[in-house]
């Protein structure tokens, strides 16, 4: 009796996951990145069947200056509102926190993890990703759910679904009515006043954006009609 040999089956290999961003979502990044001379931020709209994948970039109303972002509640609020009409998840327009840094490194700053933790530590994931003026970008994806992790994942352009051309005048009108630059002075003089205080309260006072609060707060009232959960 002939014995058959033994046949192995290969073990399909899992791809390591992606930041994809459609070619205009990663036009208009390039194109808020280099209006001004601030940090700018935004959240990443992704498609519903690929929560990797973004399709925009949305900008709130912030503060910003070269160093420092500050979210305003209400407008992150109305921002969650339009979404949600729009008929999108908060999986598709609150999990992906895009920035940029003017200079040339792309890392998470100190402030930069304090507000990673405070305001995506009770989502089950999300993506903290930061695009330099220099060209070098950071990503990374947080699993905060069961026994969580975290990995850096690679930023890419994804050309393989249709996309929209660029709307520079569009994008234009969202940078102005949404980005409020900090005058270099007050910047200067609260940067002075931050450096004077103890370390134990400087960090609190780096860490000021103060719109989690009210973004945990909204979605979690019983009487909110939408009933979206983070």
Avoid at 31 to 46: K, S
Avoid at 159 to 182: C, H, I, K, M
């Amino acid at each position: 009796m002939t014995k058959k040999p033994t046949t192995w089956k290969r073990v399909p290999q899992s791809s390591p996951p992606l930041l994809r961003f459609s070619p205009t979502a990663w036009a208009k990044l390039l194109f808020l990145r280099d209006y001004g001379e601030t940090e700018v931020g935004g959240f990443g709209i992704a498609a519903r069947d690929d929560l990797l994948f973004v399709e925009d970039l949305r900008l709130v109303k912030q503060d910003c200056t070269w160093t420092h972002v500050k979210f305003d509640d209400d407008s992150v609020a109305d921002f969650f509102d339009e979404q949600v009409d729009l008929g999108r998840s908060p999986e598709q327009f609150a999990r992906v926190w895009v920035h940029t840094h003017p200079g040339d490194c792309p890392l998470p700053s100190c402030t930069d993890e304090q507000t990673f933790d405070r305001v995506f530590g009770r989502t089950e994931w999300a993506v903290m990703a930061i695009l330099s003026r220099q060209g070098p970008s950071y990503a990374r994806l947080r699993f905060n759910a069961g026994p969580g992790g975290e990995i850096e994942i690679p930023i890419t352009v994804d050309y393989s679904r249709p996309f929209e051309g660029s709307d520079r005048y569009a994008w234009e009108q969202e940078y102005g009515t949404n980005v409020l630059p900090e005058p270099p002075i007050r910047a200067a003089n609260a940067r002075r006043r931050r450096s004077a205080q103890p370390a134990s309260t400087r960090l609190d006072d780096e860490t000021e954006n103060e719109f989690q609060d009210a973004w945990f707060d909204y979605l979690e009232d019983e009487e909110n009609p939408k009933g979206f959960e983070f």
